[in-house]
């Protein structure tokens, strides 16, 4: 492809700094704030989409895509009925699961270390159907058959570690009465423990039997709500809709997204604002662009006058300085993708920074490379530069080509 004669002598200005270490400093300040700029947008952006994929795959690891509740929150006996009607709501459904929330304190018969912990009850192979148990599972006792049986209980792992239990121990489980002040309390043992990778759950979770439950909360045939599991989970909010009108006033339906709603409206709030500050930078280094190119200007004074003697229009002459702006931010873009990209890599693979598992809710940097984050930080930050182009190219259109070829 031919080169226009802008081009080139865009190019030419560019490779002939000669005279003066300040304009040279300049064009490296200008793409390096640049290139300082897209790579820590692209990084910061690809630990803020890890963050929040890595948070969402781990809580829908152990929490159900849509549940369905009374909206008093009492407990329901016609769960048949609910759950057929469940099923013929939507293809995209996979499997339910009912359950049985309960706080309680957990004591190791042992050594006498205890905790609080919510205790779900569950069938475990309906549950392992729609959360995945078994693929959690870290540790088991000899007798574990991938099911639970009569007092028996699956424990996160930061839970067994804070009681000092393991697979085989045996615990005992205290709820509050809701007749006497007295505490009800039962002799379980750990079957298994699991790792989630959610701190919260981890710590504070423990799985037992609905039947046992039933027995033990004197609740025949009831239920506290049911988990539905579905082949899509960007369909969660439609099919739980579908759901709501397909059961009465009685009973409420609510997706992942909206029990989650404030975590993920915080991260996606952090997201736009480190992408607004980091932008900053970039206006910094297109500010440098501005002012790098009036300084070349400057001293291109004399061969300006000499174009424009040589036939070159005012509109010509802009466009070289605006080749260079132009040459000088796609430069700055580039170098900061390969930058950023590379570091978010590294990041990626090598696991090199860990978190406190107390208070974030993943033990280790996740990192996620989103082709539409580094579009979108690419085209702004060319656009930017872009348009820090057009001052200087506007401002050389406008000297006069005789006082240009008088001045030495």
């Known amino acids: 492809m ?3 004669v802008e081009m080139f002598i865009a190019l030419r200005y560019l490779k002939a700094r000669k ?3 300040f304009s040279i400093l300049t064009t490296f300040i200008a793409v390096g704030g640049t290139l300082l700029g897209v790579a820590a947008l692209i990084i910061t952006l690809a630990v803020m989409s890890g963050f929040q994929a890595d948070i969402r795959d781990k809580i829908l690891g ?4 849509i549940v369905v509740t009374r909206v008093d929150g009492y407990p329901f006996t016609n769960t048949d009925e609910i759950e057929r009607k469940i099923f013929e709501t939507d293809k995209n459904i996979l499997g339910v699961s009912p359950y049985i929330y309960r706080q309680a304190i957990i004591r190791n018969l042992e050594n006498g270390a205890t905790s609080g912990l919510i205790v779900k009850a569950v069938d475990y192979k309906m549950e392992n159907k729609i959360a995945g148990l078994s693929d959690l599972i870290i540790e088991q006792d000899v007798s574990f058959n991938n099911d639970i049986s ?23 489980l205290m709820f509050p009465s809701d007749i006497t002040s007295i505490p009800q309390m039962y002799k379980f043992s750990v079957i298994a423990i699991l790792h989630s990778g959610m701190y919260d759950y981890d710590s504070s979770f423990g799985f037992i039997d609905i039947k046992e439950a ?3 909360f004197s609740m025949p045939h009831e239920v506290g709500g049911i988990g539905i599991r579905l082949k899509n989970i960007d369909k969660a909010l439609a099919v739980s809709e579908k759901i709501q009108n397909a059961l009465s006033e009685s009973y409420l339906s609510r997706a992942w997204i909206q029990m989650n709603r404030n975590l993920f409206s915080a991260l ?10 980091l932008g900053l930078i970039i206006l910094v280094a297109a500010f440098n662009i501005i002012s790098n190119l009036l300084l070349l200007s400057v001293q291109k004074f004399k061969e300006i006058g000499i174009l424009s003697a040589m036939g070159f229009s005012k509109f010509s002459i802009a466009k070289i300085f605006f080749y260079e702006g132009l040459i000088v931010g796609l430069m700055g873009t580039i170098l900061g993708i390969f930058t950023g990209l590379s570091i978010s890599l590294i990041l990626k693979y090598f696991d090199i920074f860990k978190l406190p598992k107390g208070i974030y809710y993943v033990d280790r940097l996740p990192i996620s490379v989103l082709p539409q ?4 930080v690419s085209v702004c930050a060319f656009a930017i530069t872009v348009l820090a182009a057009i001052y200087p190219a506007y401002q050389v259109s406008k ?8 001045t030495q």
Not at 62 to 65: D, E, K, P, T
Not at 157 to 166: F, M, Q
Request: proline share 2%; glycine share 6%.
């Open 214 to 216: 039933q027995k033990l």
């Open 2 to 4: 031919s080169m226009s």
């Open 62 to 65: 152990v929490q159900s895509h």
């Open 19 to 21: 005279n003066g270490f």
């Open 150 to 172: 009569r007092r028996q209980i699956i424990l996160g792992n930061e839970l067994a570690r804070s009681i000092d239990a393991y697979a085989g121990s045996e615990v005992a």
């Open 373 to 376: 984050d580094i579009f979108l």
């Open 268 to 277: 996606r709030l952090e997201k736009i604002m480190m992408f607004l500050i």
């Open 399 to 406: 000297l006069n080509p005789l006082e240009a070829i008088r």
